[in-house]
T-cell receptor, first 112, second 114 residues
């Protein structure tokens, strides 16, 4: 099945810093989503972005489908951005599985 | 707006007991998914439903696990004869049904098997 690799596994920032999280995937996808899991365990959907670029406030994401990677940018980080960021994909295969496959995540800690 | 609701939030049980979790998806969502997450890992797919039909089951889902969605609305996940290795967060998610739609997750049920 499709493989999803996220980097870095851990990231520690000072409040106000910018960061870039990366997601590599092993096959073509027709669905790619970024999630934030807060310290209480709730998974929040940040972006649906199988290709192209989207922005939402201080967060933006870019997926280059032909090169099989996606990037999540966090600008002017705040302590509330702390948590784990997951990338998840659905492989593009006719008649194939439609389940989202998750990476292992990037754990972000933003210090005041 | 009610999001995805899961019950209970926490469950502690003894090895060998049966447990059942409930998930109520967002009302207009046709697809319902169950995932399992252990510490330090991403969510792992267990199974999903399109309305009342169970369309895919992971090989992770042993025959001690069963899921139902009898009327295409809420779903239950039952684990029989629980083992310590079943301890995990069980997450439910729903979507509108198209493969290119966002997934929305509930808060999860944390299972501890003693």
């Amino acid at each position: 099945g499709i493989q999803v690799e996220q980097s870095p596994p851990d990231l520690i920032l000072q409040e106000g810093a910018n960061s870039t999280l990366r997601c590599n995937f092993s096959d073509s996808v027709n669905n790619l989503q970024w999630f934030h899991q807060n310290p209480w365990g709730q998974l929040i959907n940040l972006f649906y972005i199988p290709s192209g670029t989207k922005q939402n406030g201080r967060l933006s994401a870019t997926t280059v489908a032909t090169e099989r990677y996606s990037l999540l940018y966090i600008s002017s980080s705040q302590t509330t951005d702390s948590g784990v960021y997951f990338c998840a994909v659905v492989g593009f295969k006719k008649g194939g599985s439609e389940k989202l496959v998750f990476g292992k995540g990037t754990k972000l800690t933003v210090n005041p | 707006d009610t999001g995805v609701s899961q019950d209970p939030r926490h469950k502690i049980t003894k090895r060998g007991q049966n447990v059942t979790f409930r998930c109520d998806p967002i009302s207009e969502h046709n697809r319902l998914y169950w995932y399992r997450q252990t510490l330090g890992q991403g969510p792992e797919f267990l199974t999903y439903f399109q309305n009342e039909a169970q369309l895919e089951k992971s090989r992770l889902l042993s025959d001690r696990f069963s899921a139902e969605r009898p009327k295409g609305s809420f779903s239950t996940l039952e684990i029989q004869r629980t083992e310590q290795g079943d301890s995990a967060m069980y997450l439910c998610a729903s979507s509108t049904g198209a493969s290119n739609e966002k997934l929305f997750f509930g808060s999860g049920t944390q299972l501890s098997v003693l």
